[in-house]
Nanobody, 125 residues
Framework: VQLVESGGGSVQAGGSLRLSCAASGTIYSTQCMGWFRQAPGKEREGVAMIDGDGRTTFADSVKGRFSISQDSAKNTIYLQMSSLTPDDSAMYYC?????????????????????WGRGTQVTVS
């Protein structure tokens, strides 16, 4: 599985951005995909995830501000981010794996498991 993120950039506090992650390769309907982020000097953390049935999970810090969606036909997921604050500044990574392994990754974002994109930078000032 190859993952390519896009849509990052610089935005003022209170603004919005939409990130995209296009997946190619062998995609299974039971696969989960999601977003993680890592700011300088901080550990990687889970932001949002979506499973093959469209069920979503969010980090508490982004609930009510971020949404995640998927276009199964395009093998693409999106992260709509609103009401951004400087604390949201980070490199955002897209990840994918089967549901069992992704759940482990969500619990422990520092794991080396899963498929990862190269990341897209989000800077909020």
């Amino acid at each position: 599985v190859q993952l390519v993120e896009s849509g990052g950039g610089s935005v003022q506090a209170g603004g919005s951005l939409r990130l995209s992650c296009a997946a190619s390769g062998t995609i299974y309907s039971t696969q989960c995909m999601g977003w993680f982020r890592q700011a300088p000097g901080k550990e990687r953390e889970g932001v949002a995830m979506i499973d093959g049935d469209g069920r979503t999970t969010f980090a508490d810090s982004v609930k009510g501000r971020f949404s995640i969606s998927q276009d199964s036909a395009k093998n693409t997921i999106y992260l709509q981010m609103s009401s951004l604050t400087p604390d949201d500044s980070a490199m955002y990574y897209c990840a994918a794996d089967n549901a069992f392994r992704f759940a482990a990754l969500w619990r422990d974002p520092g794991r080396d498991d899963g498929y990862w994109g190269r990341g897209t930078q989000v800077t909020v000032s």
